[in-house]
């Protein structure tokens, strides 16, 4: 087994062999986090297709993403012992192949149709996407220096967010685009045999995605990936036993923080085009409304692209306060406008929400130390946040769309308390140092 290769010194090589290896390396990994901000961001257009093909109500609709979220509660621990097992390069080849696995799934629930397969399917692809999760960002997050690392994880999520602003065009042109109740007019009640229909149109999307996750694994399992460093030795390990997560609290704070974004995040993508859709709002269809979604996701992508610089010159915490009460005022005047003013600053929280996870990730695991490992796999875990959208759903479902929005708001607030007090760092601990 090879020695593993000190990233740091990598980083700040001046252009050598190792230098060149580390930025392939962030290279390739922006690759998995454009793969999964694609996946996700699928099930966007999945929902209303669901709701059509399976006569659902918003709070079952809604239960699909809860489904999808609460794998990373169930897979985030498992993942961090998979990953101590055969390392971080295998446990990304094992998670593309389970993502792979997941999407030719899907293609069997479309052809029965049902409606437990594909929440089973869905958990599958879940449970790939939060052990690549669980390895790639606290990859990023500590292989550079602590300074710049938000600015560094945003940037990397940047590529996330173009693969999430260009998986509604896929889903809107091979799924809604390709189905009945996808550019029908809204209220259009489908018969039996085109829910059929509409149910197989999702077979060809999830065969590609299938086969490009197939080729990704290939192709990283090929690929000379630096090791992480000492969060893997048996000092760090010992070392760990002597201090407590809890004593830091940035991270105590920033686990529900990450919860409480991912309610706003996912409540916002996954309604948004049953929203736009609504008569009072844009009165489009399904399929028109999945190409607006482009929008929110872009505004997510720019946001991170300029997040990460004016992070280099401006502090984190405080790019995020600010971020937190934009999205505050955006999300108000959603639920209270109508019209085109909705439509648009929904999508306007988009870019608010831009740097949310990525910074309150690196803010979470700041002075961890030795204990970064541990803590990056808890806020991870906290990603099932976005479970609790079924909340939201029953929200719509009792007081009505546009109203269960004032969720999404009260959301930020927290985001908000957390950038101005809870982010601050308490019993900092010495940076990791790799091995060499």
């Given at each position: 087994?090879?020695?593993?290769?000190?990233?740091?010194?990598?980083?700040?090589?001046?252009?050598?062999?190792?230098?060149?290896?580390?930025?392939?390396?962030?290279?390739?990994?922006?690759?998995?986090?454009?793969?999964?901000?694609?996946?996700?961001?699928?099930?966007?257009?999945?929902?209303?297709?669901?709701?059509?093909?399976?006569?659902?109500?918003?709070?079952?609709?809604?239960?699909?993403?809860?489904?999808?979220?609460?794998?990373?509660?169930?897979?985030?621990?498992?993942?961090?012992?998979?990953?101590?097992?055969?390392?971080?390069?295998?446990?990304?080849?094992?998670?593309?192949?389970?993502?792979?696995?997941?999407?030719?799934?899907?293609?069997?629930?479309?052809?029965?149709?049902?409606?437990?397969?594909?929440?089973?399917?869905?958990?599958?692809?879940?449970?790939?996407?939060?052990?690549?999760?669980?390895?790639?960002?606290?990859?990023?997050?500590?292989?550079?220096?602590?300074?710049?690392?938000?600015?560094?994880?945003?940037?990397?999520?940047?590529?996330?967010?173009?693969?999430?602003?260009?998986?509604?065009?896929?889903?809107?042109?091979?799924?809604?685009?390709?189905?009945?109740?996808?550019?029908?007019?809204?209220?259009?009640?489908?018969?039996?045999?085109?829910?059929?229909?509409?149910?197989?149109?999702?077979?060809?999307?999830?065969?590609?995605?299938?086969?490009?996750?197939?080729?990704?694994?290939?192709?990283?399992?090929?690929?000379?990936?630096?090791?992480?460093?000492?969060a893997t030795n048996r000092v760090a390990k010992a070392e760990r036993k002597q201090h407590s997560l809890w004593k830091h609290r940035n991270l105590v704070f920033g686990i529900p923080a990450i919860f409480i974004y991912l309610i706003a995040e996912i409540g916002v993508a996954n309604l948004f085009v049953n929203f736009v859709s609504s008569p009072t709002?844009?009165?489009?269809?399904?399929?028109?409304?999945?190409?607006?979604?482009?929008?929110?996701?872009?505004?997510?992508?720019?946001?991170?692209?300029?997040?990460?610089?004016?992070?280099?010159?401006?502090?984190?915490?405080?790019?995020?306060?600010?971020?937190?009460?934009?999205?505050?005022?955006?999300?108000?005047?959603?639920?209270?406008?109508?019209?085109?003013?909705?439509?648009?600053?929904?999508?306007?929280?988009?870019?608010?929400?831009?740097?949310?996870?990525?910074?309150?990730?690196?803010?979470?695991?700041?002075?961890?130390?030795?204990?970064?490992?541990?803590?990056?796999?808890?806020?991870?875990?906290?990603?099932?946040?976005?479970?609790?959208?079924v909340v939201q759903g029953w929200l719509a479902d009792t007081y009505g769309l546009q109203t269960s929005f004032l969720l999404t708001a009260v959301c930020e607030l927290y985001i908000l308390f957390y950038a101005v007090w809870g982010s601050r760092a308490t019993n900092a601990l010495p940076d990791q140092k790799p091995v060499g």
């Open positions: 087994m090879a020695s593993p290769i000190n990233v740091n010194a990598a980083a700040a090589a001046p252009g050598g062999g190792d230098d060149t290896n580390y930025r392939s390396a962030l290279t390739l990994l922006a690759s998995l986090f454009f793969m999964w901000g694609f996946i996700t961001v699928i099930n966007n257009t999945l929902l209303p297709h669901l709701k059509s093909v399976f006569d659902l109500n918003y709070t079952q609709t809604t239960l699909i993403e809860s489904v999808w979220f609460i794998a990373y509660f169930f897979a985030s621990i498992p993942s961090a012992k998979l990953i101590e097992r055969i390392g971080y390069q295998k446990s990304l080849v094992t998670g593309l192949l389970i993502m792979a696995a997941g999407a030719l799934g899907m293609t069997l629930a479309a052809s029965i149709p049902s409606y437990g397969v594909t929440l089973f399917m869905l958990f599958v692809i879940a449970s790939g996407i939060t052990l690549l999760q669980v390895a790639a960002n606290p990859y990023v997050a500590v292989v550079g220096k602590a300074e710049t690392a938000s600015s560094r994880l945003n940037l990397v999520q940047a590529f996330n967010s173009l693969g999430t602003m260009l998986a509604p065009l896929f889903g809107a042109y091979l799924i809604l685009g390709r189905s009945r109740g996808g550019t029908a007019e809204a209220g259009v009640v489908l018969t039996e045999a085109e829910r059929l229909a509409d149910a197989q149109s999702v077979i060809l999307p999830y065969v590609l995605v299938a086969i490009v996750l197939v080729v990704l694994a290939i192709v990283i399992a090929r690929f000379p990936l630096p090791a992480m460093g000492s709002v844009a009165g489009l269809t399904h399929e028109q409304a999945g190409r607006y979604l482009t929008f929110l996701w872009g505004g997510m992508m720019v946001g991170r692209f300029v997040g990460s610089f004016v992070m280099q010159k401006v502090s984190a915490e405080r790019v995020l306060a600010v971020f937190s009460v934009l999205a505050f005022i955006v999300m108000i005047i959603t639920v209270f406008a109508s019209g085109p003013v909705a439509m648009w600053s929904l999508i306007l929280v988009g870019l608010f929400h831009s740097i949310m996870f990525p910074t309150i990730f690196t803010l979470g695991i700041k002075g961890l130390g030795v204990l970064t490992e541990e803590g990056s796999g808890l806020l991870i875990m906290a990603i099932a946040g976005g479970a609790l959208v």
